[in-house]
């Protein structure tokens, strides 16, 4: 990574015996960090062989989970041991990503009658000011709470005092954790790990001006200002006290010593693993399935015919209107528009989940039967309703710009704002099954401390446009000149106060592509994303843990 250099070593003498590793998004798909830890999951199980031991909340109840086996045999003394002397309501088993890692489900709702005392005890201890919570911050503290406990029960009933044993924590959700953990079990190594600093991605999102005045900003001052004093003070004391602190990126590496008062120890950067990807026999089928469904559905919803080769392309990830450069996604795509040089039909699709209401039942039917719609839809922009919809911001966009989706406009524009796991009730494809189908990618953001979705883009071999602002960004420029979507990946320099610089930036990288041939760029794409694949990042984790290791003496 950019202006570090570390010595890696990969024997088992730095290796723990166990390593935990706990987060809110283990077997609960909500965003990147889920990615994160379901594809370095297979690469960890060929370290530690069951002895990386992931925990996460029991969120479902009596409900299946869509991603987990439960297996009473796995540390089966353990779990009744737990269950009776410890009175941790658990789920043991499976996580059903490649390497199947055991994993811990603890139900943490049990332990909510201890929140008041916690929050005095952490507050008299550490200093971390639990008293203007809101939101998820509960939830969120007394589940890391729970973790601490799920860690101690299994390290007292399996004796590992003799053990190296380390425990990674992920995001300020997981603070309470660290912090537990070091009073109760000082010999286990801590790791805490910022995937973006709280305080961060709320000063960007309230429309402040982050990378311009970063050196003025002072974090606990700018937590006060926007209300985010709890999150922002957990996380402030589990990177104090955690042995060793990391973060993904440079870019957010800085942004952790300027607010947070602590560099990290070394930044960790976000890997992929190549067995998500379908073979290519498997791929060339699965992308023809993905733009045939693509087509069918803009088809109904348009009602007119789509050219079979026309240029699909998208953009993805949270619903953070600026910071994931949602809004010059959209206005780029009017540049595009309206600029009189697109030669072929194009389709952007923004797949991005909102306030969803439902799947609409027009879109629906005329799919399921496939109907022939010769005049476009009723709002011919969205392929679901929402709640609201007067409201959304990506609506609004749309028709504020001028789009109209009618049959004579080389760019239609889509929204597709639910969330896609095979459920949605128009495609009911999972995300991977409809990125195989784009041509391109946009990822134009201003806040992305790594950035997961255009590194899947080119591990799919799709060509993607990112920004500076992005860790995979910056990582990217190390490998190309980031000037030409031919390389498989164009980095455009964003700063506070481009916006539309960044929009022209785009429109002529699309315009770009929409003429050239696609293979050798696809293997352009794959080339690249070989680079960040698990097996190359994981010896940044493996420098993490001796860091945490070494500071137990």
Known sequence: MTNRTYEFMNDDKTTPDYLFESSWEVCNKVGGIYTVLSTKAHTLQKIFNDRVIFIGPDLWGDEPIADFTEDKLLFAEWQRHADTENHLSLKVGRWNVPGTPPVVLVDFKP?????????????????????????????????AYAVGKVIESFYGFYKLDDKKVVALFNEWMLGMGVLYIKERIPAVSTIFTTHATSIGRSIAGNNKALYAYMDH????????????????????????????????????????????????????????????????????????????????????????????????VSTSGRYEYRNKGIDVFIEAMNRIRTSGRLQKEMIAFITIPAWVRAARADLKEAVEKDIKITVPMQMPFTTHWLHRMDEDKVINHIQHAGFTNAAHEKLKIIFVPCYLDGKDGI??????????????????????????????????????????????????????SGQHIEEGVAVIERTDFNYFDVADAICEHILTLAGKEAEPIRKQCRALAAKAEWSEFIAYYRKAFAIACEAKG
């Not at 916690?118 to 503290?141: F, K, P, Q, T």
Request: net charge negative; proline share 5%; with cysteine.
């Open 111 to 143: 332990f909510m009658v201890d929140r008041d005392s916690l929050y005095y005890h952490i507050w008299h201890n550490y200093r971390v000011d639990s008293l203007h919570a809101y939101g998820d911050y509960d939830e969120s503290c007394i589940f």
């Open 217 to 312: 900003y002072n974090g606990d001052q700018m937590a006060q200002e926007l209300n985010m004093e709890a999150k922002h003070s957990v996380e402030k004391q589990a990177a104090r006290y955690a042995d060793c602190f990391t973060t993904v990126s440079e870019i957010t590496a800085r942004e952790c010593t300027q607010l947070l008062d602590k560099t990290p120890d070394i930044v960790t950067p976000n890997g992929f693993e190549r067995n998500f990807v379908p073979p290519h026999n498997i791929y060339i089928s699965k992308r023809k399935e993905a733009r045939m469904s693509l087509i069918r559905v803009a088809e109904k919803l348009l009602g007119c015919e789509i050219d079979p080769d026309a240029l699909l």
């Open 427 to 480: 495609f009911n494809k999972t995300y991977y099954d409809m990125l195989i189908g784009m041509d391109a990618t946009v990822y134009p953001s201003y806040y992305e401390p790594w950035g997961y979705t255009p590194l899947e883009s080119i591990a799919f071999g799709i060509p993607t446009i990112t920004t500076n602002l992005a860790g995979f960004g910056i990582w990217a420029l190390e490998n190309v």
